[in-house]
């Protein structure tokens, strides 16, 4: 017995239940995931995550902004200094060449990363150490060029920078948000909050230069908002500044008449913070329209939506045609992937009538590491060694149909007999070739082991050759 009388245990025996049966539920297998595929498309994994929370909401988002975008809507984007620092600027850049980005505004240490990285390829010092003996935020390249523009501007701010760095011809300017939409006149806008930005603590600094040319910025943005009925906005990295000027731009907008309630926004950041999600997200789509958060790393995040945007309303003929390239732009490639430390994979063929066997080996090839180049001979190297009446199809359509598989990641051309020059200027990590080969008589080998590289064969499926495919056709011709 209970030592106190007035709390007895309950009696649960006539409690009410119902059949599961009968329940709402707002889980179920149709939202589940797909299991992920080797070699399947980027749709393919999009459509395959959970059709629950984020996974439900990444696509809720990009089927907005594939919709806005088709209907010529205003989609602005708003960037922190982080973006840039995660090398994010060719993502933009590629978006804004696109059509697919409207105007981009950034805040005052956004605009100093971008410079930076036009001008020398560099930037983000550390800011612990130098501060320990007052050079933090000292370069005076930096400072001079970005306060000289300013002061001697007749416009907004970020028109000045992105302007100067053309003039100037900074060797990186393709690299650079701020030049790209100044060539593409794409409106580019810098918030700059005065003591933030550490040119302001250079000798170089003018005060009323620069709140004159950011205010201009403001009230260009106000116009960029004021268009963003059926359009969207995306807050990205910006944790204070630019939620403020959102909210602030908004509200002049709607002062002065204009319809701005249904539209998209979303917030991209490692954290969400209180500014992005009430000035952002919740505010300004209360009467209409929604919007998202998405938590993550911005060097995973964005790629992953700008991919999933590509692969929606992206021309999928020019995307793989972009996979040809010629030997001095597969160098760069290369190069890139060797800084990164990507395993690349090579192998070379004339692939004339593309079969299963071809596909079947490029598939096996990939699987061997990261990336594939694949070296391709020229229609005269083929005649060469095929013969006369070779190739039966020419280049541009060998190369077309190679470039629309997924196993394929480089084409590159050569019109020598052998592959052995284009295997020694990109001297890849693995060089492969069919089992027909033995590995002393593969052209590049000597090349690719000398640099610390592997070389390898692929057993070829038994009876796939283009040989017998044109034999097969020959005979059916004649009987």
Not at 268 to 276: E, N
Not at 396 to 408: K, P, Q, T
Request: glycine share 10%; with cysteine; net charge negative.
């Amino acid at each position: 017995m209970p030592s106190n009388p007035k709390f007895v245990p309950i009696d649960l025996s006539k409690v009410k239940t119902y059949p599961l049966s009968e329940r709402p539920n707002l889980v179920s297998l149709a939202g589940f995931a797909a299991p992920p595929r080797s070699g399947t498309s980027f749709g393919a994994l999009l459509t395959g995550l959970p059709d629950i929370l984020k996974g439900a909401d990444l696509r809720s988002l990009v089927r907005g902004l594939a919709e806005a975008i088709q209907n010529k809507k205003t989609i602005a984007v708003g960037i922190g200094g982080h973006v840039v620092k995660c090398g994010l600027a060719p993502v933009f850049n590629d978006l804004m060449r696109r059509g697919w980005i409207s105007a981009i505004a950034m805040n005052g240490s956004t605009a100093i990363h971008d410079v930076e990285i036009a001008m020398c390829g560099n930037t983000s010092e550390d800011v612990a150490e130098s501060l320990k003996d007052g050079s933090f935020g000292m370069a005076q390249d930096t400072g001079d060029f970005i306060n000289h523009t300013i002061r001697d501007a007749q416009g907004g701010y970020g028109q000045a920078l992105g302007q100067k760095i053309l003039e100037t011809h900074l060797p990186h300017q393709r690299q650079s948000i701020l030049a790209t939409a100044r060539k593409l006149d794409i409106p580019v806008t810098v918030h700059v909050a005065l003591g933030t930005d550490f040119v302001h603590q250079q000798p170089s600094a003018d005060g009323q230069a620069i709140g004159r040319a950011s205010y201009e910025d403001f009230r260009l943005f106000c116009s960029v908002v004021a268009s963003l009925e059926g359009g969207a906005y995306l807050n990205i990295g910006s944790a204070v500044i630019l939620p403020e000027v959102f909210l602030k731009a908004l509200t002049v907008a709607r002062n002065l008449g204009h319809k701005v309630q249904n539209f998209i926004t979303a917030n991209f950041d490692m954290i969400q913070h209180y500014r992005p999600q009430v000035n952002v997200i919740q505010r300004p789509t209360q009467e209409g329209g929604i919007g998202y958060t998405f938590t993550g790393h911005h060097e995973i995040m964005i790629p992953l939506l700008a991919r999933a945007l590509t692969d929606t309303l992206g021309d999928r003929s020019a995307e793989s045609n972009s996979k040809i390239l010629s030997l001095k732009q597969a160098q760069l490639v290369r190069e890139r992937y060797r800084e990164i430390g990507a395993k690349v994979v090579f192998t070379n063929g004339c692939f004339d009538l593309i079969h299963r066997g071809h596909v079947t080996y490029l598939q096996k090839a990939r699987s061997e590491g990261d990336i594939l180049f694949l070296g391709v001979n020229s229609d005269d190297s083929v005649t060469r060694l095929k013969g006369e009446g070779r190739p039966i199809l020419p280049l541009e359509d060998r190369a077309g149909v190679l470039a629309a598989l997924e196993a394929v990641d480089h084409i590159c051309p050569f019109d020598e007999d052998t592959p052995q020059h284009l295997i020694a200027a990109l001297l890849p990590d693995i060089l492969i070739k069919g089992g027909d080969y033995t590995l002393d008589t593969i052209v590049g080998r000597e090349e690719v082991e000398a640099a610390g590289g592997q070389v390898k064969t692929i057993p070829l499926i038994e009876g796939q050759s283009t040989t017998n495919i044109v034999q097969k056709i020959l005979d059916g011709a004649q009987t």
